[in-house]
């Protein structure tokens, strides 16, 4: 498969436990984003790597927020102590410089 | 005032007719821009990227007027597949930022 994976495609969880979303890109790009979203939003940018450098992180990423791509291939978005308002979709896309997205499926998080 | 603007319609139109999204942008110094269509429930797909010279593919027509900041979205000839999300997206300092997207539905 030549796309961008991810993984899971659903999770539902209860608030305040932990979840981790995981991001494959596609090989040969450097970039990879993160972006929320939301029903009637457009997606909202989190954060993004170049290799393993994460390059930006957008203030919607609060504490409990913490992405990696330690070796510059697959990505983990960790979300701590989980509250109702972080439901949504979680949207990773890769890309090479200047160049537009291709975007993972999604993982769709519900915290009840 | 938002970075990225559009109409979330929803735009509800014949088959076979013609339909046009506009688009502004608020930062002049976006670099590059970008039309995505999003199915429910689904991923966002690169339909075109925008160029200054206005670029066409098949049915589809973009135009870019960077003067007046406004991105715009033709559609010839509608067909029922047509009908998703088309969000708008710039690019501006390395990532892309993208409107709220316009609901289109094309009625048989």
């Known amino acids: 498969d030549t796309g961008v994976s991810q993984d899971p495609r659903h999770k539902i969880t209860k608030r305040g436990q932990n979840v981790t979303f995981r991001c494959d890109p596609i090989?040969?790009?450097?970039?990879l984003y993160w972006y929320r979203q939301t029903l009637g939003q457009g997606p909202e940018f989190l954060t993004y790597f170049q290799n393993e450098a994460q390059l930006e992180k957008s203030r919607l990423l609060s504490d409990r927020f913490s992405a990696e791509r330690p070796k510059g291939s697959f990505s983990t978005l960790e979300i701590q102590r989980t509250e109702q308002g972080d439901s949504a979709m979680y949207l990773c896309?890769?890309?090479?410089?200047?160049?537009?997205?291709?975007f993972g499926s999604g993982t769709r998080l519900t915290v009840v | 005032r938002k970075e990225v603007e559009q109409d979330p319609g929803p735009f509800n139109v014949p088959e076979g007719a013609t339909v046009a999204f506009n688009c502004t942008y608020s930062?002049?110094?976006?670099?590059?821009f970008f039309w995505y269509r999003q199915d429910c429930r689904k991923e966002p797909k690169l339909l075109m990227s925008?160029?200054?010279s206005g670029n066409e593919d098949g049915r589809f027509t973009a135009q870019l007027n960077r003067a007046s900041q406004y991105i715009s979205l033709l559609i010839r000839d509608s067909k029922l597949s047509d009908s998703a999300t088309y969000l708008c997206?710039?690019?501006?300092?390395?990532?892309?930022?993208f409107g709220k997207g316009t609901r289109l539905h094309i009625l048989p």
């Open positions: 930062n002049s110094a976006s670099q590059s």
């Open positions: 997206a710039v690019r501006l300092d390395d990532k892309i930022i």
């Open positions: 925008v160029y200054s």
């Open positions: 896309a890769s890309s090479l410089k200047d160049h537009g997205y291709t």
């Open positions: 090989s040969e790009h450097n970039r």
